[in-house]
């Protein structure tokens, strides 16, 4: 069994009363782990280490001795700390394994997650240089480039033409140190550097570059008011999306004081409606393109003609962030963040999907491992006392599992991780389910609404849906004759069956459906809960919108295979001893026959016939999932009275963008 190691480290500051401590935790996974497992939060992820935060006085903090004694520290560490895995890295080593098997295990280094600045630390580059490639500082995404390799420096050191100096002006490289991976058989660093998500894309190139030149490129276009006048109606576009289960609700006016990686892929989700209209059609199909590229790469699996879609996502991002380079990039593009984007597609060939292995999973393991024990220290030297704290709870995970296994402890709790207040309300809304693999389903919720009526008729008067009856008889007709060459909707209304019995009216439905890239449970099982309701937690009413089977088009792929429809009631009635789950649905319409070309996402109408809407009854095992619709408000500005909030938005707007970005599984179906 080959056993790669997966490393990553990672700055972090604690802050207390007393002041700040900084601290530089090392993490280590295996590669044996499958990334759902890593990505649960289950021990997988492991603090092996701190790592040492040297300090000087002031006059030799940037003397080039101490920033080598640093630099030469920090490699040191590393390789020390792995050096009791060393010997197994090429003599196998028996190990009996979790279960019950002894096998010959040989353990190799594996990918190491790091973001920039620490990336140019641990290749020995110099800052501003990739750390994959020898492409030139000021012209990154250049075409004259190789790859790196400790065979490439190690030609260039013992050439013996080439200065210290020379090496760091003209190759980038910091000759007077070895990196840490030159120690371990198998490894070279420029290899090892995996792909970061978190950092290259979500929070560098989607929000530090182009959120921040789209704002600069407003400010930079139009005078002061009109440029607020702009600014201040995306914020309020971004208001306004209407709820959905696991989507961030972003107050107007975002002033966020320092952005989150959750700020950030939320915003991603609702950005490009809110811009479109307002900035160069270019502008949004740049910003498109990067998104669509990052929704590929996170999938959980890439097949070759992901591949094919990953390079086209990018070719489309470079040429269309051209737009930029005249007013906000003059200097052009060379930056590494937004550089490595370059080398995913290598990255994935070589390594598989890195979904999972980016540092999202250390900045939710610091609150376990540093700032939690961090509280629980004396404060007095505390490294020691957050290693014991760290290995202790280890241990108490261990003997849970264990005793679980005996039979001796049953464990019914959620996994325990800190949920943010402002989200707790979510929380039933969406997330994993400890399901097996099974077909998608959608059921309604365990109990009925009790304040209503029971009988058809009276129902229809009291929700005000006075074409409920006679919809439901038309369903039940084409249900009961499926072969019937003449439409419900022409059946005279003497001949459509009669339903007698009690109907039972239901706030929500709850859609489970296998989404491996979001994040799900063990089976890759994810749920979620749709939403119907005359008033939700108090407020004004929600009613979410569904995809339904498109039953005419069965082999299509994507949107053209689905329809999006708005439910107005989830019921459940009997009829001759069988139990129908159906829902009274308002249907949308696509506009044309492709995704809108600007933001790569479907449009659609609601459907009016006769001036009313066009509703119909359907059954609940023709709905895949909650949809997530935009308004599209082109160049047209919102009103800006209080009264209009998100929970109007789906009654407002006249044309809609299917968001296909507001998870990983409506990215794959919705395309
Ligand atoms: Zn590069």
Request: glycine residues 6%.
């Amino acid at each position: 069994m080959f056993a790669p190691i997966v490393l990553g480290s990672d700055k972090t500051t604690v802050s207390v009363a007393t002041g700040q401590n900084d601290f530089y935790p090392l993490y280590m996974s295996l590669g044996n782990v499958h990334n759902s497992v890593r990505r649960a939060h289950r021990n997988a992820v492991a603090l092996i280490g701190f790592l040492s935060v040297p300090k000087t006085s002031q006059d030799h903090a940037d003397g080039a001795d101490f920033r080598k004694f640093r630099r030469q520290l920090f490699h040191s560490s590393l390789e020390h700390i792995l050096s009791s895995v060393r010997p197994y890295m090429t003599t196998p080593r028996v190990t009996m394994c979790e279960d019950g098997h002894y096998r010959r295990v040989v353990y190799g280094l594996g990918p190491y997650i790091a973001d920039y600045p620490e990336q140019a630390l641990l290749a020995c580059i110099v800052q501003n240089w990739c750390a994959k490639c020898t492409a030139p500082p000021n012209d990154l995404d250049g075409d004259l480039t190789g790859q790196r390799s400790h065979v490439h420096t190690d030609t260039l050191l013992h050439s013996g033409e080439i200065t210290l100096q020379e090496l760091w002006d003209d190759y980038g490289i910091v000759g007077e140190l070895l990196p840490f991976t030159t120690a371990f058989p198998r490894a070279d660093i420029h290899e090892l550097l995996s792909p970061d998500l978190l950092h290259q894309i979500i929070k560098g190139t989607f929000k530090d570059h182009l959120v921040d030149w789209v704002t600069q490129w407003i400010k930079q276009t139009y005078p002061k008011a009109q440029a607020n006048r702009i600014l201040a109606d995306i914020d309020r576009r971004i208001a306004v999306v209407p709820s959905f289960p696991g989507l961030r609700h972003f107050h107007e006016g975002r002033g966020f004081k320092q952005w989150t990686g959750n700020d950030s892929k939320g915003l991603m989700k609702v950005y490009l409606s809110a811009i479109s209209g307002h900035v160069p059609k270019q502008m949004v199909k740049a910003v498109a393109a990067l998104i669509e590229f990052c929704y590929l790469v996170r999938r959980s699996i890439i097949d070759e003609d992901t591949l094919v879609q990953i390079d086209a996502a990018l070719a489309q991002f470079h040429e269309h962030r051209e737009v930029f380079r005249e007013d906000i990039r003059p200097e052009g593009f060379s930056l590494p963040r937004q550089h490595s984007l370059v080398h995913y597609h290598f990255m994935i060939t070589q390594y598989g999907a890195p979904n999972g292995l980016c540092l999202s999973i250390t900045e939710s393991k610091h609150i376990k491992a540093v700032k939690k024990p961090y509280r629980r220290s004396s404060r007095n030297k505390p490294l020691g006392q957050m290693l014991v704290s760290n290995q202790r709870n280890d241990k108490l995970a261990a003997a849970r599992v264990n005793f679980q296994a005996r039979g001796m402890l049953t464990v019914n709790v959620a996994p325990s991780d800190p949920v943010d207040d402002a989200l707790s309300r979510e929380v039933n809304e969406t997330g994993a389910v400890e399901e097996p693999l099974a077909e998608a389903e959608v059921k309604l919720a365990k109990t009925y609404v009790r304040n209503l009526p029971r009988d058809l008729h009276m129902l229809s008067v009291k929700i005000n849906q006075p074409r409920l009856p006679l919809l439901i008889r038309q369903f039940l007709y084409t249900t009961l004759n499926p072969d019937s060459p003449i439409p419900a909707s022409q059946i005279q209304h003497e001949d459509l069956p009669h339903i007698s019995g009690k109907i039972f009216v239901y706030n929500s439905a709850r859609a489970v459906f296998y989404a491996p890239s979001d994040l799900s449970g063990l089976g890759g099982m994810r749920h979620e809960r749709i939403r119907s309701t005359s008033s939700w937690y108090g407020g004004a009413p929600r009613r979410d919108c569904v995809f339904v089977a498109n039953t005419d088009a069965p082999d299509a792929v994507g949107f053209s295979g689905l329809h999006v429809a708005r439910v107005f009631l989830f019921f459940s009635f009997a009829h001759l001893d069988v139990a129908y789950q159906c829902a009274l649905v308002h249907w949308f319409s696509a506009v044309g026959d492709s995704p809108d070309e600007e933001t790569g996402m479907w449009m659609v109408n609601p459907d009016f016939r006769g001036g009313r809407r066009a509703l119909a009854v359907i059954h609940l095992d023709m709905v895949l999932r909650g949809a997530h619709l935009l308004g599209a408000a082109g160049s047209n500005f919102l009103p800006t009275d209080a009264t209009f909030d998100f929970s109007k938005s789906l009654d407002s707007f006249h044309t809609f963008y299917v968001n296909k970005y507001v998870d990983y599984h409506a990215h794959e179906v919705a395309f």
